[in-house]
C-alpha cells in the first residue's frame, strides 16, 4: 500500500506531487471515514483556493455536509471543529514550507490532527480504489462558519484582559504575508495595545520573508521593534500555529523560552497538571 501522510498531513509541490485530483480523492477518503459535519479551511497561498475547492468537492460527492470556514488559521480551524462539535475538518495549507509547496492536514472531531492509524484507514481507501459516492439525492451540502469569532473569543478567554489593558503594551506583529493577519493583530487590539505590523498584506508568494520565522529572517521586525518602541514582537508562519518572539531590544528567543514561560502559566492556573515536551525542547523549559 502507498503512503499520503508525511509527519505533518499531505504536502508536495502543486501540480507535481499535490493536484487537485489527488485532494479531492483524498478528501473524498477521509469525509467518507471520518463522518458527516466536516469544517474546510484555507490559507492564503496562490493555490489553495484551487485546493480547497477540489477538497469540498470530494467531501460533496460522499455526502458530507461541509461547514466553509474560508481563509483562517489553522489553529482557529482546529479551534472551531471542536468548538462547534463537527466531525472533523480539513485545513488546506503547507505551513512553513516554501510558497510552490501545499498540503492538507486532515484534523479529527476532538480538533487534532488524526493520529496515524486513522492516516493509515484513510490511505487504505484512497488506494484502495476510493469510498462508495453518494447517490445523485444525497450529495452533500456547504454552508458557510463564523471560526474566526469564535476563535478569537477563545483566545481571549485564557488571557488576564485587565492586565494586560493596563499595562499598555506596544506590540510589533509580523504575520509573514501568512493568515496570522486575520487574527494575531486584531487580538492585541481588543487587549488594548498599540499594535505596529510589517508583512501584514496575505500574499501567498510570501514578498516579504520565508513562510518559516527564522531568527536569520526577522530583520523587518526586529527593525519595528525599534522604531516603533515596541515592548514584544512576534513573528508567525505562514498558516499562524507557530510563533516566534523579539523582546524589546531586538533580541530573537527560541520557542523552549516561550513555551516555557506558558507552561508556567498553565501550571499556576492547573496545579498537579503535567507538561510534556519533545526531547529536542533545552534545559530551559525544566
Request: net charge negative.
Amino acid at each position: 500500500m502507498g503512503r499520503l501522510f508525511g509527519t505533518n498531513g499531505v504536502r508536495g509541490v502543486v501540480n507535481r506531487d499535490l493536484t487537485a485530483e489527488k485532494v479531492m480523492r483524498l478528501a473524498a477518503a477521509a469525509g467518507a471515514l471520518l463522518g458527516r459535519d466536516i469544517a474546510v479551511g484555507r490559507d492564503g497561498r496562490t493555490s489553495s483556493p484551487m485546493l480547497r475547492d477540489a477538497a469540498v468537492s470530494g467531501l460533496l460527492s460522499v455526502g458530507c455536509r461541509v461547514h466553509d470556514a474560508g481563509e483562517l488559521p489553522t489553529p482557529a480551524l482546529q479551534h472551531a471543529v471542536k468548538h462547534f462539535g463537527l466531525d472533523g475538518g480539513l485545513m488546506v495549507t503547507a505551513s512553513h514550507n516554501p510558497p510552490e509547496f501545499n498540503g492538507v492536514k486532515v484534523i479529527a472531531g476532538d480538533g487534532v490532527e488524526v493520529p496515524r492509524r486513522r492516516e493509515e484507514e484513510i490511505e487504505s481507501l484512497f488506494f484502495g480504489g476510493g469510498p462508495e459516492l453518494a447517490p445523485w439525492n444525497r450529495v452533500g451540502t456547504v454552508r458557510a462558519l463564523d471560526a474566526l469569532e469564535a476563535y478569537t473569543e477563545a483566545v481571549l478567554s485564557h488571557v488576564d484582559r485587565d492586565a494586560v489593558r493596563e499595562a499598555r503594551l506596544r506590540v510589533a506583529i509580523d504575520p509573514g504575508n501568512g493568515v496570522a493577519s486575520l487574527a494575531a493583530p486584531a487580538v492585541a487590539r481588543r487587549l488594548g495595545c498599540s499594535v505596529s505590523t510589517v508583512n501584514a498584506d496575505i500574499d501567498g508568494r510570501f514578498p516579504g520573508r520565508e513562510p518559516e520565522p527564522r531568527p536569520d529572517d526577522l530583520d523587518g521586525l526586529r527593525a519595528l521593534v525599534e522604531a516603533s518602541g515596541a515592548d514584544v514582537g512576534v513573528a508567525f508562519d505562514g498558516d499562524g500555529d507557530r510563533a516566534i518572539f523579539v523582546d524589546e531590544r531586538g533580541e530573537v528567543h527560541w520557542g523552549d523560552r516561550s513555551f516555557a514561560l506558558v507552561a508556567r502559566d498553565f501550571l499556576a492556573r492547573n496545579p498537579g497538571e503535567a507538561v510534556a515536551t519533545p526531547v529536542s525542547s533545552s534545559r530551559v523549559v525544566e
